[in-house]
């Protein structure tokens, strides 16, 4: 039986979260669904977006090269769309920095005209076992309040704006908001939601690649209305972003920003989460319950091991409602 996953996120996580899910492939028969955050505006994504315009290819990209096929040739093309152009004769140009695959992305999006067709036809090229989708066919800007943004003024409150502030910053993120307030969901990522057997949010970078879901109105209507079960895989370590926040506070987040998301199960490395009994009341408070598993790489750095958490997701995808 086909079990249908969509996986909500950017960057980093979802890659991560996108690997693990490919490991279960094996016992498993997934489809696979990946929603992806349309905030980024710094590096190549950020000169693209303000260039061009249209959505920052970067969070998209890594997303299509984690589900890429395992054939000789889409394995090339991976490491192509990787491929990270560096300052020719040691000086600046126009393609330093840029990766292969965001250009490639770019190019489609413009010659289609459509973000979602640009993605199917990215995904043929590199065989994809799996769809990625933009949480928005639009770009956003994410802006939040942040108390202490500047050490000299550690209780002043300050708005920060885009996506790579608010990731670097040294404050504490009070709020978080989206421009413009209520996006447009994309229509394709509202029905793979409305269809799944599984939906799964994080790990990642929890206000830039986690919660902007939440606040897609569209998109959070069918995360609270869908039939699916719902499973949240809590981040390893503290980012800059979420320095302060205990792992109790990032489910108490999904909480705040979407009081009517049910969840049914947080999965957790034991040794991330030090003391549990703290992490298993804000889990009970989603209507879940905590599970703890070995899910970090082995010389000891704060990343997800994706066959470690694919092991730990197959019992779980696969057991019966």
């Known amino acids: 039986m086909t079990v249908r996953v969509v996986a909500f996120g950017g960057g ?48 998209l990209r890594q997303a299509l090269v984690a589900l890429a096929g395992d054939a000789p040739a889409t394995r090339r093309s991976a490491g192509l769309f990787q491929h990270r152009f ?4 040691g000086s ?3 393609l330093a920095g840029h990766a292969v695959g965001n250009l490639v992305l770019c190019g489609l999006m413009e010659q289609l005209g459509d973000p979602v067709a640009a993605l199917e036809q990215a995904g043929a090229m590199l065989g994809a076992v799996g769809r990625v989708l933009p949480m928005s066919p639009h770009p956003v800007d ?69 919660l902007p879901h939440l606040l897609v109105p569209g998109l959070a209507a069918a995360i609270v209305d869908s039939p699916a079960r719902r499973l949240v895989t ?11 926040l205990s792992v109790a506070d990032h489910l108490a987040a999904l909480h705040w920003y979407l009081p009517e998301l049910k969840a049914d199960l947080v999965l957790a490395d034991g040794k991330a989460v030090g003391d549990p009994e703290p992490v298993e009341r804000a889990a009970e408070s989603l209507g879940a319950r905590l599970l703890l598993a ?28």
Do not use: M
Request: charged content about 20%; proline content about 7%; overall charge negative.
């Open 142 to 210: 994410i802006e939040a309040l942040v108390r202490g943004a500047d050490p000299a003024y550690p209780h002043q409150v300050r708005t920060l704006r885009g996506q790579h502030q608010v990731a670097v910053t040294g404050g504490r993120v009070e709020s978080l908001r989206l421009t413009p307030d209520a996006p447009a969901a994309c229509a394709e990522a509202v029905a793979a939601t409305g269809a799944a057997d599984w939906l799964i949010f994080g790990p990642g970078s929890w206000y830039t690649s986690v």
């Open 86 to 89: 560096a300052a020719a004769g």
């Open 92 to 94: 600046a140009d126009g």
């Open 294 to 321: 070995p899910l970090a790489v082995a010389d000891g750095t704060p990343r997800h091991d994706p066959a470690a958490l694919g092991a730990a997701l197959v019992p779980v995808l696969g057991a019966d409602r």
């Open 234 to 244: 809590l981040n390893l370590a503290a980012e800059k972003e979420t320095l302060g």
């Open 12 to 59: 980093h996580g979802l890659s991560a979260s996108l690997r693990a899910l490919r490991h279960c492939t094996p016992q498993l028969d997934l489809d696979i669904t990946a929603v992806v955050t349309v905030g980024d505006d710094g590096g190549s994504s950020g000169r693209l977006r303000a260039e061009r315009g249209g959505l920052p290819p970067g969070d």
